[in-house]
């Protein structure tokens, strides 16, 4: 029983997003200016309605992205917005919000 435990949990990295390739965190804060409105500054947002995106993983965030592009998540106010990103665009973005210190937005 002791063995099939590590193996389940050696075996639990392989199953996490894995990192987007090539993204520009530079890039991905120009691009990030128009997330602003829902997501905060920074990915960190005071609005419960939306998601903090600062300290997510970056391969989550490109697979959510590319979802929402593709159609496979349908969201009325993500799924246009993420028909206009190139691969590159999602990469940056994803490396951007990925490479941020997770935060909650202050709430005074």
């Known amino acids: 029983m002791g063995?099939?435990?590590l193996v389940a949990a050696t075996a639990l990295p392989s199953?996490?997003?894995?990192?987007p390739p090539g993204g520009d965190s530079g890039r991905g804060?120009?691009?990030s200016m128009q997330c602003v409105a829902c997501h905060g500054y920074g990915g960190v947002t005071d609005n419960p309605?939306?998601?903090n995106l600062a300290g997510q993983n970056a391969g989550?965030?490109?697979l959510q992205l590319e979802h929402f592009r593709s159609?496979?998540?349908?969201d009325?106010?993500?799924?246009?917005?993420?028909?206009?990103?190139?691969?590159?665009?999602i990469?940056?973005?994803?490396?951007?919000f990925g490479g941020l210190e997770q935060k909650v937005a202050d709430k005074r």
Not at 71 to 74: A, Q, S, T, V
Not at 91 to 96: F, G, I, K, N, S
């Open 3 to 5: 063995v099939g435990l």
């Open 15 to 19: 199953f996490a997003a894995a990192d």
């Open 29 to 31: 804060l120009e691009k």
């Open 49 to 51: 309605t939306f998601p």
């Open 60 to 62: 989550y965030l490109s």
């Open 71 to 74: 159609g496979k998540r349908y």
């Open 76 to 89: 009325p106010v993500m799924s246009p917005i993420a028909q206009t990103l190139s691969d590159d665009d």
């Open 91 to 96: 990469a940056d973005l994803a490396a951007y």
